[in-house]
């Protein structure tokens, strides 16, 4: 069984004039997960469970592990010496990395997604994303994290449930490792994952159903009536983690999405941390990723914590739910 370490080496070789640095970056971004999935795995231990009290820039409730998930990352991001600056959905300002100054790359990171699960012992999980930092003669700043998705170098995620996975693609398509707890390493369990061009599934809030778009009540309408192949009604299955249902659809087959609503116009997930490294994954292993009219890995950034609208999975159905938006459009 081969580990992170030694699949990131031997893929190592695929990138010419590659020196290590990305492969080290990525090396210390799996120390970090597993520290976190350690104490995820034991939250209702150790009093690390519930608020903090505190709320993050988002405006959420922040909880134990949040912070914990943020400390350990950013640690690790700043030890392993080859992360210069980090944009965190915990921390409102780009974090320059001390003595970072040499090093090529930038991280875009939630360090712990869906923590409203983890009171309730529901799956969470880490989204990363990684570019090239834009000029090494000047400073790094806020224009080094506001690149477009396709300029990602790497994105993953890490998946705390019923075991630890990590997925992450270098734009060469997407391997996923188990974390086997006996030896403390990732372990290649899932190599070259590929997302079913269609299926019967399908991820979203529909407590939110009256303020959707119609373009979006229609594809729940479609999905309610009609399956592709089987003629069955579709699947819902939503557990409000983004990690955990995407990473169900990329392997079973569907669609994730969370549209704008009353409450989040713009959407509610975030484009630096969240979306855009999710649709670069996605799209690495075959399937789409858009905010209902544009590809998400070309939207240009223009904030750190900036929400866009999210429609990822299979392909077929990301063109449906398109389509669906489209209607009673201009160009339509
Ligand atoms: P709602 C978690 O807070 C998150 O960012 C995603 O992981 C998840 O899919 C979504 O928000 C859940 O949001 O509004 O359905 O509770």
């Known amino acids: 069984m081969q580990t992170l370490g030694q699949f990131i080496i031997e893929k190592q070789a695929d ?3 590659a020196k290590g640095e990305l492969s080290r970056l990525l090396r210390d971004i799996g120390i970090a997960a597993k520290i976190v999935s350690r104490e995820v795995n034991k939250a209702g231990l150790m009093n690390i469970y519930g608020e903090t009290g505190d709320v993050n820039v988002q405006g959420e409730r922040q909880k134990g592990l949040d912070v914990f998930a943020n400390e350990h990352f950013i640690s690790a991001l700043s030890s392993g010496g080859e992360c210069c600056a980090v944009a965190s959905e915990e921390v409102n300002e780009l974090i320059i990395i001390p003595g970072g100054e ?14 409203a699960n983890i009171d309730v ?23 080094d994290v506001l690149q ?7 994105a993953g995620y890490v998946v705390y449930g019923s075991s630890t996975m990590l997925v992450y693609t270098t734009g060469k398509g997407v391997n996923g490792f188990t974390l086997d707890p006996s030896i403390g390493e990732f372990c290649l369990s899932h190599p070259g994952m590929r997302i079913p ?3 019967s599934i399908y991820s979203i809030n529909e407590g939110n159903y009256v303020h959707f778009p119609d373009g979006v009540k229609r594809f729940i309408k479609f999905a309610q009536q009609e399956n592709f192949s089987s003629g069955r009604p579709f699947t819902s299955r939503y557990i409000g983690s983004m990690v955990a249902d995407v990473h169900r659809n990329l392997i079973l087959g569907g669609i994730y999405l969370y549209p ?6 713009d959407g509610k997930l975030r484009l630096l941390y969240e979306c855009n490294p999710m649709a670069m994954i996605i799209e690495q292993a075959g399937g789409k990723a858009s905010d209902g009219f544009r590809r998400i890995l070309e939207i240009q950034p223009t904030a750190i914590h900036q929400r866009c609208p999210v429609f990822c999975g299979s392909a077929e159905l990301v063109e449906k739910a398109e389509l669906l938006m489209h209607w009673h459009s201009p160009e339509y």
């Open 15 to 17: 990138f010419a004039f």
């Open 102 to 115: 040499k090093a090529k790359y930038v991280v875009c990171i939630d360090p712990l997604d869906g923590s």
């Open 121 to 143: 012992n529901v799956g969470v999980g880490t989204i990363f994303s990684i570019y090239r930092r834009l000029d090494l003669s000047v400073p790094v700043g806020v224009a």
């Open 148 to 154: 477009q998705g396709i300029c990602q170098v790497a």
């Open 197 to 199: 061009a269609s299926g």
């Open 260 to 265: 704008s609503t009353s409450a989040y116009p």
